[in-house]
């Protein structure tokens, strides 16, 4: 049975990247299983189209999973994006962002250490999603603020935590 052929209940557990086709998949969300050991897929934020991306690593029982915003950051606004991503570090409890230095690339990345059994819940799965999500949307702001408004990076995240805290 494929991952898309199985229905998941709240208290089921599944190989990682299983789980989170599943879940891709009953949110009808597209993904493209690469490997038993990674997927990809594509989801809507607020603020635009996130590339996600999980890797499993059975040796260790660590899933990273990432989120791409499709922020490129130039050799010119470098500086201060690693000083906006020192800034927006600090409010994060799960995750990190970092720009990766093959690509220029913005990215929200989390490992997930799992059980020894090396299963995830869906609840599990639906968790690292939406915290990807949920931090890349609350984020967008500041970095667009930096790379193409000319903000300083304090002033960046002051005025993107201030918008998304009057949002209803």
Not at 21 to 44: I, N
Not at 66 to 76: G, H, N, Q, T, Y
Not at 115 to 124: R, V, Y
Request: a negative charge; hydrophobic letters at 45%.
């Amino acid at each position: 049975m494929t991952p898309r052929e199985t229905d998941y209940g709240a208290n089921d557990d599944a190989a990682p990247v299983e789980m989170l086709a599943a879940l891709f998949e009953a949110r009808g969300w597209a993904c493209e299983v690469v490997a038993d050991d990674e997927m990809t897929g594509e989801v809507q934020g607020s603020w635009a189209k996130y590339q996600l991306r999980a890797i499993w690593r059975s040796a260790d029982n660590v899933l990273q999973f990432l989120c791409l915003p499709d922020i490129r950051v130039s050799e010119d606004k470098r500086q201060r994006a690693y000083e906006l991503l020192s800034l927006v570090n600090e409010q994060m409890w799960l995750g990190h962002f970092d720009i990766w230095s093959n690509g220029d690339v913005l990215l929200y990345r989390h490992g997930a250490l799992l059980g020894d059994d090396g299963m995830l819940s869906l609840a599990q799965a639906q968790a690292l999603v939406e915290t990807a999500i949920d931090e890349c949307d609350r984020f967008y702001p500041a970095f667009q603020f930096v790379l193409w408004g000319d903000k300083s990076p304090r002033a960046a995240l002051d005025s993107a935590l201030v918008d998304a805290a009057g949002e209803a």
